[in-house]
T-cell receptor
Framework: EAQVTQNPRYLITVTGKKLTVTCSQN?????MSWYRQDPGLGLRQIYY???????DKGDVPEGYKVSRKEKRNFPLILESPSPNQTSLYFC?????????????FGPGTRLTVT | QKEVEQDPGPLSVPEGAIVSLNCTYS??????FMWYRQYSRKGPELLMY????GNKEDGRFTAQVDKSSKYISLFIRDSQPSDSATYLC???????????FGSGTRLSIRP
């Protein structure tokens, strides 16, 4: 089944403890992206990647890192999480370099930082 | 001022009504315009996208872009209870730029 998977789906952690949220897609998509969703603020793009080894900042990159070493995986790294990073996170991928608007989203990861 | 503004609702209409959802934007460089639907506890799913101006129709859904007014709309005809969801507009300047989403409009269709 063609899909975008994220792990873990739920995570509660403490301030300052490094964590990684994994994202994987099995559709051979070029474009991948991370978003956070907060009430009243909608979806905000954190980072995106047009291709392997190519990443760029979205609207809210502060406090996050990403890497794209292979096409199918795009992990999101929080080196030192803080409570303001408590949010619902979505990974997405798109089938065409020329059209990342056709995105397929993962199921979401709910992160709580205490 | 946000680059993309969207009324959060909630919007409640009876089954069978025509629904109009709208977004305004401030950046005239936006070229790609998208509408996503998000059910509760799920990731967004792409409904429609248009490039530049004009209309696009897909079944009961019609997307319109008016670049002169910096205004986009999504119309849903013959609305169904299954259309109850949050609808998000999104825009980008080019195929290689970041994507800006509206905050979403929560829609409820009453049987």
């Amino acid at each position: 089944e063609a899909q975008v998977t994220q792990n873990p789906r739920y995570l509660i952690t403490v301030t300052g403890k490094k964590l990684t949220v994994t994202c994987s897609q099995n559709m051979n998509h070029e474009y991948m992206s991370w978003y956070r969703q907060d009430p009243g603020l909608g979806l905000r793009q954190i980072y995106y990647s047009m291709n392997v080894e190519v990443t760029d900042k979205g609207d809210v990159p502060e406090g996050y890192k990403v890497s794209r070493k292979e096409k199918r995986n795009f992990p999101l790294i929080l080196e030192s999480p803080s409570p303001n990073q408590t949010s619902l996170y979505f990974c997405a991928s798109s089938p065409s370099v020329g059209g990342p608007h056709e995105q397929y989203f993962g199921p979401g990861t709910r992160l709580t930082v205490t | 001022q946000k680059e993309v503004e969207q009324d959060p609702g909630p919007l409640s209409v009876p089954e069978g009504a025509i629904v109009s959802l709208n977004c305004t934007y401030s950046n005239s460089a936006f070229q790609y315009f998208m509408w996503y639907r998000q059910y509760s506890r799920k990731g967004p799913e792409l409904l429609m996208y248009t490039y530049s101006s004009g209309n696009k129709e897909d079944g009961r859904f019609t997307a319109q872009v008016d670049k002169s007014s910096k205004y986009i709309s999504l119309f849903i005809r013959d609305s169904q209870p299954s259309d109850s969801a949050t609808y998000l507009c999104a825009m980008m300047r080019s195929s290689a730029s970041k994507i800006i989403f509206g905050s979403g409009t929560r829609l409820s269709i009453r049987p």
